[in-house]
């Protein structure tokens, strides 16, 4: 069966689906892998380790989805001004696509992928099961976002994070405040503690107290009138506009003593809940710097510009979007074997695609898919 990784397209992104590392392992396996020369590069991965690691080097985009059964990619398919088409229309007619596509089946994406008879898989959907951890790209993702997001709070402050006891006199430890203690933030709070920052954390998921004490760190505690504030599956839900308000008052005194503020309060498929206001910034020391890792979906800080860093009060606030994309070794790395753990799960023992849609991970990470996808191999005249 031929497996396809082309080079993404989408502006800044630096991640590659599959490294040399799977690509080995697939072709061990007895795959056929053909990578679209350079897809690599940006993550440090050259044609040639590629070719060591068995597979075969395409020199474009269409060269390189020709005839593949499966395409594995980072990013959703979009426009290729290189080649004049959009990268839906390039995937083979009743191939598999594996990649970040979200959750909205109606996106221009997974409409043009579902026009073509594609049956594609988006990475968002696999279920947050401990049989799926190996294919969780969200959480090896976040994992990173908060490593750097740690990175760039202490990076961009005039203070040193450790207590220091020196002959220039005793330095306190700064103080870092993570709100939102998913794995993003669980990571950003392991993180700036190593550094020896002082750390409050707080989430609207009481469960996570544990978690943040295990790590060492402070959790802040809210009253909120709702007691029920996660879905079935782990996930927050959206407060009501009471709590909302009470979250922010009973907050501000964490915030206007932090040093650091790290955001990265999610809820799926929603706007990112503000819980940092304008005046809340105003109330903070002139250097103290905030990362917002919510600015793509709106941002959890008023101020937050996605993709800019501005400063107000004498406050630095870091709005980042695609963070994973300034790690692309580890990145890719994780992700490519995220992916291999999925493609284990389509594969049977003879090497062939078998779908099987009563599996609940592959039941629920696929966001379209075509009649008889389970039927693989669907590339007429190509398959093996
Ligand atoms: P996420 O990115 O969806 O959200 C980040 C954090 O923000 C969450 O902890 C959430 O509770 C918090 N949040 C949302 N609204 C908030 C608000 N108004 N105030 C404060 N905090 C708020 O989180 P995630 O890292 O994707 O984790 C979501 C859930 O999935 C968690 O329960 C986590 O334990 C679970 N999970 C399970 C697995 C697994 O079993 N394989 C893997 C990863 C995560």
Known sequence: MRIAVPKETTPRETRVALVPETVARLVKAGQEIVVETGAGEAAGFTDDAYRTAGASIAPSAPSTYDGSQVIAKVREPIDNPAVGKHEADLVPEGAVYISFLGRDKTTPAVTKLAARKVTAFSMEMIPRTSRAQSMDALSSMAGLSGYKAALWGAANLGKIYPLKMTAAGTIAPANVFVLGCGVAGLEALATSRKLGAVVEAYDVRPAVKEEVESLGG???????????????????????????????????????????????????????????????????????????????????????????????????????????????????????????????????????????????????????????????PAVAGKAS
Do not use: W
Request: aromatic fraction near 2%.
């Open 218 to 376: 402070r959790f802040v505690q809210v009253e909120l009138a709702s007691k029920d504030t996660a879905t079935a599956g782990g996930y927050a839900k959206e407060l009501s506009a009471e709590d909302q308000q009470r979250v922010k008052e009973l907050l501000a005194a964490h915030v206007a003593k932090s040093d650091v503020i790290i955001t990265t309060a999610a809820i799926p498929g929603r706007k990112a809940p503000v819980m940092v206001t304008e005046a809340m910034v105003a109330s903070m020391r002139p250097g103290s710097v905030i990362v917002d890792l919510a600015a793509e979906t709106g941002g959890n800080c008023e101020l937050t510009v996605a993709g800019e860093t501005v400063v107000r009060n004498g406050v630095t606030i870091l709005g980042p979007i695609n963070v994973p994309a300034t790690l692309p070794l580890h990145a890719s790395m994780m992700y490519s074997r995220n992916v291999h753990s999925l493609l284990k799960l389509m594969i049977n023992k003879e090497g062939k695609l078998n779908l099987d849609f009563e599996d609940d991970i592959i039941r629920d990470s696929c966001i379209t898919r075509a009649a008889g996808a389970e039927t693989q």
